[in-house]
């Protein structure tokens, strides 16, 4: 069965403190994998999408990479603007209707 | 994703109405995916339709859930009969689709929080 899985749950961090998000998943035929930043009470915005492993994409302090396993989301020095829920999403080749959420990490950083 | 607008973003309905989830997708873009988040769970898949097609229901409660795309007009979700169990943020996400394949990227709404009491 295809399957998302988000770590960790819950992050917190200072301002300036580097960290990684990670997403694995179990898909037949990865078609393409998604990340996305959700706001509370808001719909979930648009990041990146990595289509092949080995994959890299850049947006200010977010990197996404990619392996045949897992997807890292780096973010480097983060501002409290970047708190928020971030997901990954799958859309896997077989079933390519159908995109596979994550349940999120939510990310507080602290002044 | 300014460009997909829902309405209403917040519903009300007391036990045995309906709710009618309304979602214009992006200018351009002629599918919607539907999804319903409930709280510390995931994005949950419903549905997908194109314009006067539903592609992929298979998301969807086979009773007093259906969902339409008309060749005017906004994609509607319909739940008949609500229940409590039904309260949750539903989002609806458009995309193009570029001969073949589709281009992946969904834009997301803004979402409609649906209160069933």
């Known amino acids: 069965e295809d399957q998302v899985t988000q770590s960790p749950e819950a992050l917190r961090l200072q301002e300036g403190e580097s960290s990684s998000l990670n997403c694995s998943y179990t898909?037949?035929?990865?078609?393409?994998l998604f990340w996305y930043r959700q706001d509370p009470g808001k719909g979930p915005e648009f990041l990146f999408t990595l289509y092949s492993a080995g994959e890299e994409k850049e947006k200010e302090r977010l990197k996404a990479t990619l392996t045949k396993k897992e997807s890292f989301l780096h973010i480097t020095a983060p501002k409290p603007e970047d708190s928020a829920t971030y997901l990954c999403?799958?859309?896997?080749?077989?079933?390519?209707?159908?995109?596979?959420f994550g349940t999120g990490t939510s990310l507080t950083v602290i002044p | 994703n300014a460009g997909v607008m829902q309405n209403p973003r917040h519903l009300v309905r007391r036990r045995g109405q309906e709710a009618r989830l309304r979602c214009s997708p992006m200018k351009g873009h002629s599918h919607v995916y539907w999804y319903r988040q409930l709280p510390e769970e995931g994005l949950k898949f419903m549905v997908y339709l194109q314009k006067e097609n539903i592609i992929d229901e298979s998301g969807m409660p086979k009773e007093r859930f259906s969902a339409e795309f008309p060749k005017e007009g906004p994609s509607i979700l319909r739940i008949q009969q609500v229940v409590r169990g039904d309260s949750a943020a539903y989002f609806c996400?458009?995309?193009?689709?570029?001969?073949?394949?589709?281009?992946?990227?969904?834009?997301f709404g803004p979402g409609t929080r649906l209160t069933v009491l």
């Open positions: 898909v037949s035929g990865l078609r393409g």
């Open positions: 999403a799958v859309q896997a080749a077989n079933t390519g209707n159908q995109f596979y």
């Open positions: 996400a458009s995309f193009s689709f570029a001969g073949t394949s589709v281009t992946d990227t969904q834009y």
